[in-house]
């Protein structure tokens, strides 16, 4: 059986945050990475010599949309899941920071091909936010009108799924209807019987989102094996998670980072000007985030 972990990056402002969470993955996960790559990527991701690390697969997804088409760029990413070429698969945004070894959360996947796997959350959404949604899906599908159904939340940031899961051209059609991805993916799941599966059910908690508030310790950081990262408009990362790795990866000189800054500044000009200044985040930090970002000789 063939296994293997996927990211989808449709634009160029993910690159960046992409590439931290490959470089996080990469010290926990020595197993094939596809990444589903977008037309307006690739001339980033070339000079970026990204393709040329191990165990890297890079598929070119076509029709791809740039970062203000956001309908589109939902849309492209769904139907863009049917060319991950694994049996199992482990599906991580681009915005999320790995911390934990995760080849054993291949084997926590449904086994029938019809469900898709959330690590984080699945369950009916009592939110108002989300019980708004209600009136969206009833105004763009009949089927909604006919049926009186509760909202659904699914969590994106980790995801798992068989070889030939079914609905994902359904979910890139709902996005060109639909508030946003998550939205039309709850749709399409309420149509086809829910069938999503949370290991959480099982006490089995992997991935957790970051909040402003987070004041962790030294173990807390470690309970989970994947941290989703929430992101500004700009796409700035405002937390101390994202920047621990970015400026470990660049005192590496992952890709380069420390050689030529350009490479930064081209990809996320907010990173690059809060680097040079070392004017890092400090939310959700446990003292060794402290450390590393004071002490860090960035220049």
């Not at 993916?185 to 959480?200: D, E, H, Y």
Request: glycine fraction near 4%.
């Amino acid at each position: 059986m063939k296994n293997g972990v996927v990211y989808f990056c449709g634009g160029t402002k993910p690159i960046l945050e992409m590439l931290i969470s490959i470089y996080s993955l990469r010290k926990h996960y020595k197993g094939e990475i596809t990444i589903l790559l977008g037309e307006t990527s690739i001339e980033h991701i070339s000079k970026l010599g990204l393709n040329k690390l191990d165990n890297i697969k890079i598929v070119t997804v076509p029709n791809s949309a740039n970062d203000d088409e956001v309908r589109k760029h939902w849309s492209t990413r769904w139907r863009a899941m049917n060319f991950a070429n694994y049996d199992k698969v482990l599906h991580l945004d681009c915005d999320t920071v790995v911390v934990k070894p995760i080849d054993d959360l291949f084997n926590h996947i449904h086994n029938d091909k019809s469900y898709i796997t959330t690590f984080d959350n699945f369950s009916n959404c009592e939110y108002s936010t989300w019980a708004n949604h209600l009136d969206m899906y009833k105004e763009n599908d009949n089927w909604f009108k006919i049926n009186h159904v509760k909202p659904l939340y699914i969590e994106f940031g980790l995801m798992g799924w068989n070889r030939g899961y079914p609905y994902f051209n359904d979910v890139s059609d709902m996005c060109k209807k639909m508030k946003d991805d998550q939205t039309a993916m709850s749709a399409v799941l309420i149509k086809n019987g829910r069938k999503g599966f949370s290991p959480k059910s099982e006490n089995f908690n992997v991935i957790r989102r970051t909040r402003n508030y987070y004041r962790l310790s030294y173990d807390q950081y470690f309970e989970v094996a994947v941290w989703h990262l929430t992101t500004s408009k700009t796409r700035y990362p405002g937390y101390s998670v994202w920047w621990n790795e970015f400026i470990e990866a660049y005192m590496n000189n992952y890709l380069g980072f420390k050689t030529n800054k350009k490479i930064i500044e081209e990809l996320q000009p907010h990173v690059y000007k809060a680097m040079i200044k070392r004017n890092y985040p400090i939310n959700n930090c446990f003292s060794g985030h402290v450390y590393l970002l004071k002490n860090s000789d960035i220049i």
